[in-house]
Protein backbone atom coordinates (compact mmCIF):
# COMPACT_ATOMS: atom_id res chain seq x y z
CA UNK A 1 0.00 0.00 0.00
CA UNK A 2 1.14 3.05 -1.30
CA UNK A 3 1.26 6.51 1.17
CA UNK A 4 0.74 9.65 0.31
CA UNK A 5 3.88 11.78 1.90
CA UNK A 6 2.56 14.92 0.57
CA UNK A 7 0.83 16.10 4.03
CA UNK A 8 4.16 15.29 5.89
CA UNK A 9 6.31 17.00 3.25
CA UNK A 10 4.40 19.91 2.94
CA UNK A 11 3.89 19.98 6.89
CA UNK A 12 7.56 19.90 7.39
CA UNK A 13 8.79 21.84 4.97
CA UNK A 14 6.02 24.96 6.15
CA UNK A 15 7.39 24.61 9.60
CA UNK A 16 11.12 25.01 8.87
CA UNK A 17 10.57 27.63 6.27
CA UNK A 18 8.43 29.52 8.87
CA UNK A 19 11.21 29.04 11.80
CA UNK A 20 14.08 30.22 9.80
CA UNK A 21 11.73 33.25 7.99
CA UNK A 22 10.84 34.60 11.12
CA UNK A 23 14.26 34.61 12.89
CA UNK A 24 15.72 35.59 9.99
CA UNK A 25 12.67 38.70 10.42
CA UNK A 26 14.20 39.18 14.15
CA UNK A 27 17.70 38.84 12.99
CA UNK A 28 17.30 41.48 10.40
CA UNK A 29 14.83 43.26 12.36
CA UNK A 30 17.20 43.67 15.48
CA UNK A 31 20.19 45.15 12.98
CA UNK A 32 17.86 47.77 10.86
CA UNK A 33 17.07 49.04 14.60
CA UNK A 34 20.63 48.63 15.43
CA UNK A 35 21.41 51.35 12.04
CA UNK A 36 18.92 53.53 12.91
CA UNK A 37 19.86 53.64 16.23
CA UNK A 38 23.29 54.88 15.29
CA UNK A 39 22.31 56.90 13.32
CA UNK A 40 20.99 58.97 15.69
CA UNK A 41 23.06 58.17 18.40
CA UNK A 42 24.96 61.97 18.22
CA UNK A 43 22.05 63.57 19.34
CA UNK A 44 21.18 60.83 21.97
CA UNK A 45 24.63 61.34 23.39
CA UNK A 46 23.87 64.74 24.13
CA UNK A 47 20.72 63.85 26.58
CA UNK A 48 22.41 62.72 29.97
CA UNK A 49 20.34 61.94 32.27
CA UNK A 50 20.20 63.19 35.61
CA UNK A 51 21.79 60.06 37.82
CA UNK A 52 22.59 56.72 36.42
CA UNK A 53 20.28 54.03 35.56
CA UNK A 54 21.07 49.94 36.29
CA UNK A 55 19.88 48.15 32.93
CA UNK A 56 20.49 44.30 33.39
CA UNK A 57 23.77 45.27 36.06
CA UNK A 58 25.10 47.92 33.40
CA UNK A 59 25.07 51.67 34.61
CA UNK A 60 23.90 53.98 31.43
CA UNK A 61 24.46 57.44 32.04
CA UNK A 62 22.65 58.73 28.13
CA UNK A 63 19.60 58.46 26.16
CA UNK A 64 21.78 56.17 23.73
CA UNK A 65 22.92 54.20 26.20
CA UNK A 66 19.50 53.21 27.32
CA UNK A 67 18.32 52.85 24.39
CA UNK A 68 20.89 50.60 23.16
CA UNK A 69 20.80 48.03 26.07
CA UNK A 70 16.92 48.06 26.04
CA UNK A 71 17.53 46.74 22.01
CA UNK A 72 20.24 44.34 23.27
CA UNK A 73 18.03 42.76 26.30
CA UNK A 74 15.05 42.84 23.88
CA UNK A 75 16.88 41.00 21.15
CA UNK A 76 18.41 38.08 23.81
CA UNK A 77 15.07 37.42 25.22
CA UNK A 78 13.59 36.60 21.66
CA UNK A 79 13.20 33.06 21.08
CA UNK A 80 13.00 32.66 17.27
CA UNK A 81 16.31 34.15 16.73
CA UNK A 82 19.76 33.28 14.85
CA UNK A 83 23.11 33.16 16.31
CA UNK A 84 25.46 35.98 14.92
CA UNK A 85 24.50 36.93 11.76
CA UNK A 86 24.60 40.11 9.75
CA UNK A 87 21.75 42.04 8.35
CA UNK A 88 22.97 41.09 4.35
CA UNK A 89 23.26 37.26 5.49
CA UNK A 90 19.65 37.08 7.57
CA UNK A 91 17.41 39.73 4.71
CA UNK A 92 19.03 36.37 2.38
CA UNK A 93 18.09 33.92 4.35
CA UNK A 94 15.11 35.81 4.92
CA UNK A 95 14.07 36.12 0.86
CA UNK A 96 14.75 32.44 -0.02
CA UNK A 97 13.00 31.25 3.90
CA UNK A 98 9.75 33.57 2.32
CA UNK A 99 9.95 32.43 -1.35
CA UNK A 100 9.88 28.90 -0.14
CA UNK A 101 6.66 29.40 1.73
CA UNK A 102 5.23 31.26 -1.14
CA UNK A 103 6.06 28.62 -2.69
CA UNK A 104 4.03 26.03 -0.73
CA UNK A 105 1.27 28.07 -0.59
CA UNK A 106 1.01 28.13 -4.69
CA UNK A 107 0.83 24.20 -4.33
CA UNK A 108 -1.87 24.58 -1.58
CA UNK A 109 -3.62 26.46 -3.77
CA UNK A 110 -3.47 24.05 -6.84
CA UNK A 111 -3.89 20.60 -4.89
CA UNK A 112 -7.29 22.88 -3.96
CA UNK A 113 -8.34 23.64 -6.81
CA UNK A 114 -7.03 20.47 -8.92
CA UNK A 115 -4.55 22.14 -11.15
CA UNK A 116 -2.13 19.31 -9.91
CA UNK A 117 0.60 18.49 -12.10
CA UNK A 118 1.22 15.38 -13.47
CA UNK A 119 4.81 15.10 -12.59
CA UNK A 120 6.18 13.04 -9.92
CA UNK A 121 8.33 15.24 -8.41
CA UNK A 122 6.52 18.54 -9.14
CA UNK A 123 5.19 19.10 -5.76
CA UNK A 124 8.34 18.50 -4.46
CA UNK A 125 10.68 21.30 -6.36
CA UNK A 126 7.95 23.86 -6.50
CA UNK A 127 9.07 25.09 -3.61
CA UNK A 128 12.77 24.89 -4.13
CA UNK A 129 11.90 26.25 -7.03
CA UNK A 130 10.04 29.10 -5.28
CA UNK A 131 13.09 29.64 -3.06
CA UNK A 132 15.21 30.17 -5.38
CA UNK A 133 12.77 32.86 -6.63
CA UNK A 134 13.07 34.16 -3.36
CA UNK A 135 16.98 34.85 -3.82
CA UNK A 136 16.35 36.18 -7.04
CA UNK A 137 13.72 38.35 -5.49
CA UNK A 138 16.49 39.11 -3.02
CA UNK A 139 18.65 40.22 -5.54
CA UNK A 140 16.44 42.54 -6.84
CA UNK A 141 15.24 44.17 -3.84
CA UNK A 142 18.62 44.65 -2.75
CA UNK A 143 21.05 45.95 -5.81
CA UNK A 144 18.64 48.02 -7.36
CA UNK A 145 17.92 50.69 -5.23
CA UNK A 146 22.15 50.21 -4.46
CA UNK A 147 22.57 50.59 -8.23
CA UNK A 148 20.30 53.58 -8.41
CA UNK A 149 20.96 55.57 -4.77
CA UNK A 150 24.53 56.67 -4.19
CA UNK A 151 23.84 57.27 -0.66
CA UNK A 152 23.42 54.20 1.99
CA UNK A 153 20.02 52.60 2.10
CA UNK A 154 18.90 51.29 5.59
CA UNK A 155 16.64 48.18 4.41
CA UNK A 156 12.91 47.43 6.06
CA UNK A 157 12.58 43.37 6.32
CA UNK A 158 9.22 43.70 5.86
CA UNK A 159 10.13 44.54 2.11
CA UNK A 160 11.93 41.63 1.36
CA UNK A 161 9.17 39.23 3.15
CA UNK A 162 6.57 40.81 0.47
CA UNK A 163 8.72 40.41 -2.28
CA UNK A 164 9.80 37.25 -1.99
CA UNK A 165 6.09 35.65 -0.94
CA UNK A 166 4.65 37.19 -4.19
CA UNK A 167 7.69 35.86 -5.98
CA UNK A 168 7.38 32.62 -4.39
CA UNK A 169 3.62 32.29 -4.83
CA UNK A 170 3.43 33.82 -8.88
CA UNK A 171 7.10 31.22 -9.52
CA UNK A 172 5.34 29.84 -12.22
CA UNK A 173 3.89 32.65 -13.89
CA UNK A 174 7.04 34.36 -13.67
CA UNK A 175 8.90 31.72 -15.74
CA UNK A 176 6.23 31.20 -18.25
CA UNK A 177 6.41 34.91 -18.85
CA UNK A 178 10.42 35.01 -18.97
CA UNK A 179 10.48 32.08 -21.36
CA UNK A 180 7.69 33.14 -23.33
CA UNK A 181 9.54 36.64 -24.28
CA UNK A 182 12.94 34.77 -24.44
Known sequence: ?????????????????????????????????KDLLLKSQDSLMKEELPHAVTIDKISVKTQFEISYARLNIDYDERMLRLPDMDMDDALLLLSVSWGCIGGLIR?????????????KFAPYLIPLLSAITGLVTYCITYYTPALIFKHEINYEPGYFIYAALIGGIFTKNLYDRLQSTI
Not at 18 to 30: D, E, K, P, Q, V
Not at 107 to 119: A, H, I
Open 1 to 33: MKKNLFPFYFGLLLLVSLYIGLAARTTARFHHE
Open 107 to 119: LLFDRLYGKTSRR
